[in-house]
């Protein structure tokens, strides 16, 4: 009974609990940058926010920090805080020729133990690990590592091993095997994460900065032969979803067509 009577005590308080200043200046800068500003338009500076609405400086730059966060506001050196344009949207089917793929390296390392469970081998076993960094209109919104167990791409020539200048064609052909097989379908998962420090390196991004993470499952010969984990800049993209409520993410050049979605 008396703890029972401290839980709730405690959920009172935390429901009464008042709201951190900067949080509900951050609210009300929102409903501002919606109404009086558009996106690329300088805001007025520090001084002049914190005195229209009646805060301190401190306060104002914790809620223009989150909203940068948040992908609402972009700070530019000499320019100053800017309304940020509107996420891009990462297109669901086909490639658009607006994006494109990148390989950054390949070579072989143990897959995390999540994706070495999905692909049914020994989490200290190494695998083909190829990674991408997305492109669109220049801009890197997301970088990718494609997992694929030796056991379906045994064929990459022992040169490629040898060379990390070679790391754009090994990567090429561990692609090209993963084509030939006859896939079943793929399935999709979608969760909020943070960047670790390779990820956020390759998307120009703090470490921690919050990511959407895609995890695609490849299925054929009745199990799943390889797995790709992406990881897109959320305060840049909105992943958009078609009418088979699959999120797509199309391979484009240098490797078009190297991995295809199963009809």
Known sequence: MGTTQAAQGNGAAVADAPEPKYWHLRTVLVRALDSEFSAGEVLPNERDLSARFGVARATLRQALDQLELEGRLVRRRGIGTLVAAPRMGVPVAGTTGRDSWRIVDAGYAPAPAAVAATLGVPADESVHAVRRLRLMHGQAIGAETLYVPETVASHVPAIFARSSIADSSRARSVLRQLQRLELDGES??????????????????????PVLVLTTRYQAQGGTVAVAVSTYRADMCRLTFGAS??????????VAAEVRTAS
């Open 188 to 209: 999709r998962s979608v969760e909020l994460g943070v960047a670790e420090e390779q990820q956020a390196r390759l998307l120009e991004r703090p470490p921690g900065t």
């Open 245 to 254: 409520g699959v999120v797509d993410v199309a391979p484009a050049e240098p």
